[in-house]
Every structure is written in C-alpha cells, then in structure tokens.
C-alpha cells in the first residue's frame, strides 16, 4: 500500500532510492473517478521503474483546469484511493496547474503520461529532460475516462 506524503518526505525516500539506484517513475493527474483506464494506466506505468510517484491535482488546481464543477472527489479522497493501488508507492499532492515545479526537485527517471499527450504538448516534459529523465506515453484505455463515466451518470451518453 502506497503512502501519501508531504514534498520534504517525498524527496527523503527518493533521495534514499537514489543512492540505492532505484529507477523514479512519475505521473500526475486529477484521477478523479478511478476506472479500468486509470488501473491499467498506472500498472504499466509501475513496470517502467521501483518507484512510482503520483502527482496528484489539488481541488482548486482541478477547478482551475476542468471547470467548477470538479473535482467531484476532493483531493483526500483521490489521493486516499490512489495510495490504495498496489502499482503506487506515493502520492504527493500539488496545487499548480502543472506539475513542473515539484517534477523539478523530484527528478525522475521516467515520467509518464497517457497516449493523448505528445511532448510538444506536455508541460511537463521540459522539466523532466532538465533533470535528466525522459517522458513516455502509454495508450489509453478505449471507452475509459473520467468525462465518458460523468456523462453516463448524467444520462448524456448512455449506452
């Protein structure tokens, strides 16, 4: 069971990792509802490395990127369910839009994200490579998704 932590926690394990040259893996996200897509997701993203790290959105960063009506789990929860995962080692929660600022102090090896991102359009991506690390891509679920599930609870896309 993975642990949620605070940054100078996080980078006391990482550091320790280090030095016992573990490979740090990262993603982030808002993972509000967890789905197949988000398991599966995070499962292969475990199997790029020792260590996976989850940079979680806080609820007002969420606000800010998907509108007032999100989250509809609050941070404690997401980061509570995410931690649950056996693929996850820690979740850190983050209140920019982007995660560069703490993927700058983590520097992982390997951050991850899902198949409808490219480095050209990744933020984060430009910190990753000024630490050293590399960015990969893992396809997406077909038919998984937080918004597909919202839209089924509001009966807009039911089938």
């Given at each position: 069971m993975g642990e949620i932590l605070q940054l100078k926690e996080l980078l006391q394990k990482i550091s320790k990792a280090k030095v016992d040259m573990k490979t740090?893996?990262?993603?982030?996200?808002?993972?509000d509802i967890i789905h197949?897509?988000?398991?599966?997701?995070?499962?292969?993203?475990?199997?790029?490395?020792?260590?996976?790290?989850?940079?979680?959105?806080?609820?007002?960063?969420?606000?800010?990127?998907?509108?007032?009506?999100?989250?509809?789990?609050?941070?404690?929860?997401?980061?509570?369910?995410?931690?649950?995962?056996?693929?996850?080692?820690y979740v850190i929660i983050f209140t920019e839009d982007t995660p560069c600022s703490i993927l700058?102090?983590?520097?992982?090896?390997?951050?991850?994200?899902?198949?409808?991102?490219?480095?050209e359009n990744l933020p984060e991506a430009e910190?990753?490579?000024?630490?050293?690390?590399s960015v990969k891509f893992i396809p997406l679920v077909e038919g998984r998704s937080t918004t597909n599930l919202i839209d089924k609870i509001n009966c807009k896309n039911f089938k």
């Open positions: 740090i893996v990262t993603t982030n996200g808002c993972f197949a897509g988000h398991v599966r997701y995070l499962k292969a993203a475990k199997t790029l490395g020792d260590m996976l790290i989850v940079c979680l959105n806080s609820d007002d960063s969420v606000r800010r990127l998907k509108g007032p009506s999100r989250p509809l789990n609050g941070e404690e929860d997401r980061a509570e369910v995410l931690a649950a995962l056996a693929s996850v080692d700058e102090k983590i520097k992982p090896k390997i951050h991850v994200k899902g198949g409808d991102y490219t480095e910190a990753v490579k000024k630490g050293g690390g």
